[in-house]
């Protein structure tokens, strides 16, 4: 017998968080597999798939459940989808941000792992739409950190629409590390999302200079809706050397390339990081 709703809710919150994780990844998942994986009833998984689409992230169909119509899943859903390509990005980012500068960082998952890494750094102004991010941040006295106002999404703990759009008008000079959903050779970068698109857009345009901060993955295929040009883009950190293809495309259009070598994008030696850029590398 199932305990107490107050004593399985944890359980059960974690339990959801990774059973969205597989519908992201399998795009279907059934009540008798999850319920045997899980080691629960079938009645239990039928809640859990009940609660989720309740809150529109998955879609039920006839023994289970599917990804909703809409793409725009939790943030701790997203945050389990390649971790450690995400951290090893998160490193590279970090390592890369130096004193006296000022970066905005957009909320997303991988520009979430290199919040926790900028303790280091100096006189460094951060401009962050996330409250979460903002939590994340370290409590440094060297840190001057900017949260942009606006319209509040419980959901994702950020801000968008006018107010927020308001507030950057009155910034420039800083670096942005945006990340992306789905990436386009000629449709450029893309989210799902189209409010953080379009208030990454206007990050974008105001920045001195943008990084962009995506794994292997994105390079697959694009999102629906586009946040900027090739053009606006100077250095493109990823966790893995892009496809021959992707690595000309880049170095024909003068955008830097950073990864790590092989032996430091192991998840053990993640802390052991060294760079290499893909332009060199196919130069040769």
Request: contains cysteine.
């Amino acid at each position: 017998m199932e305990d107490s709703f107050a004593n399985t809710e944890p359980s059960a919150r974690q339990r959801r968080d990774t059973i969205l994780a597989q519908v992201i990844e399998k795009a279907r998942v059934s009540v008798k597999s999850l319920a045997e994986e899980f080691g629960v009833s079938e009645a239990t998984i039928r809640r859990d798939l009940k609660a989720l689409a309740d809150s529109r992230q998955v879609r039920l169909v006839y023994g289970g459940a599917e990804q909703a119509r809409i793409s725009d899943y939790s943030f701790r859903a997203k945050a389990r989808r390649n971790q450690d390509a995400k951290r090893i990005v998160g490193r590279l980012a970090a390592e890369l941000v130096g004193d006296d500068e000022q970066i905005f960082l957009d909320s997303g998952t991988t520009c979430f792992e290199v919040a926790p890494l900028l303790k280091r750094q100096r006189s460094l102004t951060v401009i962050v739409s996330s409250a979460r991010l903002a939590l994340e941040l370290p409590d440094a006295p060297d840190i001057n950190i900017i949260l942009l106002g606006g319209q509040y999404r419980p959901d994702r703990m950020d801000t968008i629409g006018q107010l927020a759009a308001a507030t950057l008008d009155q910034l420039r000079g800083y670096t942005a590390l945006i990340g992306a959903d789905g990436l386009d050779m000629e449709f450029g970068l893309t989210a799902s999302d189209m409010d953080s698109a379009f208030l990454h857009r206007q990050v974008v345009q105001h920045a001195a200079a943008t990084w962009l901060l995506v794994d292997h993955s994105k390079f697959a295929t694009p999102s629906l809706v586009k946040i900027a040009e090739w053009d606006k883009v100077q250095r493109v950190i990823t966790d893995q050397p892009p496809q021959p293809a992707w690595a000309e495309f880049l170095a024909a259009r003068g955008i830097e390339v950073t990864y790590p070598d092989a032996a430091a994008a192991e998840p053990n030696n993640i802390g052991l990081l060294d760079f290499k850029k893909t332009e060199r590398d196919y130069a040769d």
